[in-house]
């Protein structure tokens, strides 16, 4: 099935522990993007990658580290910098040209 | 910086009844517009997209009408179900300089509660 694929769904994390969330996708687009979602609350951009080797911030990218090797996957590291980690991560996909983008089902994160 | 915002946080209808589901943007450059539902623990699903030349499309039970003279959006489910029930979010994209496709700016969301 083609779709965006995020591992693990849930893990958790000690004080000063940098923890990397897994985003692949089989859809063959080329931007990929890391979303944070907090308790009642809307989505807010971490970063995000128009094509291989590049890559840019998006409006809370401190504490946070990407990397866009391939064009099928997009790893997030959350770093000990980031203060409250805790949250619900979105990977997502959109094709070249494209407004739309498709979300994976999410990686939740707990800071223990 | 500009930002989308919701009227309602919570909806509750009961079902067959018809939804409306509202949206204020505030960037007038915004040029496209995406609605999605999120169930619980899941990722957001793409319902429903209209461009800003546009003041009206329809989908199967779902209709987006874009009112760019006040800046608002919003969505209107037929017959809703109890299979509905989830949070609605509307998002923004301002493409202008055709660099930004797909970088969104999400609204708060509107939990839709659908008794049956």
């Known amino acids: 099935d083609g779709g965006i694929t995020q591992s693990p769904k849930y893990l958790f994390r000690k004080e000063g522990q940098n923890v990397t969330l897994s985003c692949e996708q089989n859809?063959?687009?080329?931007?990929m993007y890391w979303y944070r979602q907090d308790p009642g609350q809307g989505l807010r951009l971490i970063y995000y990658?128009?094509?291989?080797?590049?890559?840019q911030k998006g409006d809370i990218a401190e504490g946070y580290s990407v990397s866009r090797e391939k064009k099928e996957s997009f790893p997030l590291t959350v770093t000990s910098a980031q203060k409250n980690p805790t949250a619900f991560y979105l990977c997502?996909?959109?094709?070249?040209?494209?407004?739309?983008?498709?979300f994976g089902e999410g990686s939740w994160l707990t800071v223990v | 910086g500009e930002s989308v915002g919701l009227h309602l946080p919570t909806l509750s209808v009961q079902e067959g009844d018809n939804s409306i589901i509202n949206c204020a943007y505030s960037?007038?450059?915004?040029?496209?517009f995406i609605w999605y539902k999120q169930e619980s623990g899941k990722g957001p699903q793409f319902i429903i997209d209209?461009?800003?030349?546009?003041d009206k499309r329809q989908g199967q039970r779902v209709t987006v009408l874009l009112n760019k003279t006040v800046k608002h959006l919003s969505l209107q489910i037929a017959a809703t179900q109890p299979g509905d029930s989830a949070v609605y979010f509307c998002?923004?994209?301002?493409?202008?300089?055709?660099?930004?496709?797909?970088?969104?700016?999400f609204g708060q969301g509107t939990i839709l509660t659908v008794h049956p």
């Open positions: 997502a996909s959109s094709g070249q040209g494209s407004h739309t983008i498709y």
């Open positions: 859809l063959n687009h080329d931007a």
């Open positions: 990658s128009q094509i291989v080797n590049d890559f």
């Open positions: 960037n007038s450059a915004s040029d496209y």
């Open positions: 209209i461009r800003s030349n546009m």
């Open positions: 998002a923004e994209n301002n493409n202008a300089g055709g660099t930004s496709y797909g970088k969104l700016t």
